[in-house]
């Protein structure tokens, strides 16, 4: 009985938080520390408008100017949009490099993946997540529903 109520509650959350994850625009930044951090506000309000080529030129100056894990997670994000795999995913490592815990750039990486068909590697970058948020997160949500949602297609 007591199982079955924690079904019950655990089925309305995920029910209920999924149509909010879906709805989010996606440009995650993860914990970007420091007085040096640069202001992403100009380059999300352009990927929020799909002005992916405008997002791209702010990036890559930023990416001159700094090693933020951030920088290269919106690259890879920026590229991938615009179907440039093999160069988002250079800077989706980038990123992990500088910060192998950043959520936001295994989540991505994992969308490449699925995007291009390489389930075994989406299901490496959900693994990590999983280590990351045992007790779930955002990302961790967000790629296994689009692993899922590439698997009963």
């Not at 100017?65 to 994000?77: I, K, M, R, W």
Request: negative net charge; hydrophobic residues 40%.
């Amino acid at each position: 009985m007591k199982h079955a109520l924690f079904a019950v509650l655990g089925a309305i959350a995920v029910l209920t938080a999924a149509p909010i994850a879906i709805a989010v625009p996606a440009y995650a930044v993860d914990d970007i520390e420091g007085a040096d951090a640069p202001d992403l506000t100009a380059v999300k309000a352009k990927i929020e408008a799909k002005d992916y080529k405008g997002a791209l030129a702010d990036l890559r100056d930023l990416a001159q100017d700094t090693q933020q894990a951030d920088v290269y997670n919106l690259l890879g994000f920026t590229l991938r949009k615009t179907g440039d795999y093999q160069t988002s995913l250079t800077y989706y490592t980038k990123a992990l490099e500088l910060q192998p815990d950043h959520k936001a750039a295994h989540e991505y990486l994992g969308e490449l993946y699925v995007e291009t068909g390489d389930m075994a590697k989406a299901n490496e970058q959900l693994a990590s997540l999983q280590k990351l948020c045992p007790s779930g997160c955002e990302q961790l949500s967000d790629l296994k529903q689009a692993i899922d949602t590439k698997v009963t297609k």
